[in-house]
């Protein structure tokens, strides 16, 4: 089946320095990839979508400097989170949608970010 | 409002059915979602069912879909212990909405 590939699995960082998380379709084209944001117990929030040659959509309440998205060909897309602060620290989700359409979202194991 | 609802949690004896039920609101996507999250990892795809059908079924799992109610429900047939995570209903095409998911708990 499908496979979203995501790294890293988790990261620790000190606060102010920079992380980039990568997210790949391994085996199919997504011309459209989204990121989540999950807080310990709690759903997924969506916080951006990446569009292959365009600039990402960001949702409401997202910062689009702090969390730059970049989607450089149809199975990379990359999350980085500038200066980052303690408040960061979260679990960041990929999915992606194989742009031969009528398929569901696969995601990918997430990163756990841990801010020092 | 919240545009997907589920129930928190879940405890059922293993060998026992599990069923997790879900309201949403958009009538108009076209498949909804089960996903399966066990600790610390990412999503899986557990089923999904396209709206035009009433139940679609797949080994131990059946999912049942009330469109006139906007109700979704997945049945796990024979619970086991490997059952035990966090099961998400998702609606919407494009920009997925998920509930706050359901932590199925496995009693001995």
């Known amino acids: 089946g499908a496979v979203v590939s995501q790294h890293p699995s988790w990261v620790i960082c000190k606060s102010g320095t920079s992380v980039k998380i990568e997210c790949r379709s391994l085996d199919f084209q997504a011309t459209t990839m989204f990121w989540y944001r999950q807080f310990p117990k709690q759903s997924l929030m969506l916080m951006a979508t990446?569009?292959?040659?365009?600039?990402?959509?960001?949702e409401q309440g997202v910062e689009k400097d702090k969390f730059l998205i970049n989607h450089a060909s149809l199975t990379l897309s990359t999350l980085t989170v500038t200066s980052a602060h303690p408040e960061d620290s979260s679990f960041y989700i990929c999915s992606a949608r194989d742009l031969r359409g009528n398929s569901p979202l696969h995601f990918g194991n997430g990163t756990r970010l841990t801010v020092t | 409002g919240e545009d997907v609802e589920q129930s928190l949690f879940l405890s059922v004896r293993e060998g026992d059915s599990s069923v997790i039920n879900c309201t949403y609101t958009d009538s108009s996507s076209t498949y909804l979602y089960w996903y399966k999250q066990e600790p610390g990892a990412g999503l899986q795809l557990l089923t999904y069912i396209f709206s035009n059908m009433d139940m679609k079924q797949d080994q131990r799992l059946t999912v049942l879909l009330n469109k006139k109610d906007k109700h979704l429900s997945l049945r796990i047939a024979d619970t086991q212990t490997g059952d035990s995570a966090i099961y998400f209903c998702a609606e919407k095409d494009d920009k997925i909405i998920f509930g706050k998911g359901t932590r199925l708990h496995i009693l001995p």
């Open positions: 990446s569009n292959e040659g365009s600039k990402a959509t960001y």
